[in-house]
């Protein structure tokens, strides 16, 4: 017999038939926090922005690279992309919200 098993109180249990309700078995996730990068250059930094739009409510699945908020800035409008990809798990800004360069503005889980 090949495959993965896993040993617990139910004896030999199939990897792929491992109950999520069993903390033991439960994944371990990581959190990626996105933050407000430096918008603009060394000549015209920007202290904070504004959100303008997100791309994703809390709980959708997204992909590295894609653009998961705008921020305007009295300068020019910005995208800030997913750093990486799982679910966005919480959003601290909401519309309208001013945020800090280096803000965390929201956690996605990998």
């Not at 038939?17 to 930094?45: F, H, I, T, Y």
């Not at 303008?52 to 020019?76: C, N, P, Q």
């Not at 995208?79 to 800004?93: C, M, Q, V």
């Amino acid at each position: 017999m090949f495959g993965i098993f896993l040993t617990g109180r139910k004896g030999m249990v199939p990897y792929c038939c491992r109950s999520a309700a069993d903390s033991r078995w439960s994944r371990n996730m990581a959190k990626v926090d996105v933050v407000v990068p430096q918008l603009g250059d060394e000549e015209n930094k920007v202290e904070e922005a504004t959100v303008s739009f997100w791309y994703f409510d809390e709980g959708a699945d997204v992909k590295e690279g894609d653009d998961l908020v705008e921020v305007v800035t009295d300068k020019a409008d910005f995208r800030i992309p997913a750093p990486a990809s799982g679910k966005l798990a919480k959003r601290n800004a909401n519309e309208d919200d001013v945020v800090k360069i280096g803000d965390v503005i929201a956690v996605i889980e990998t």
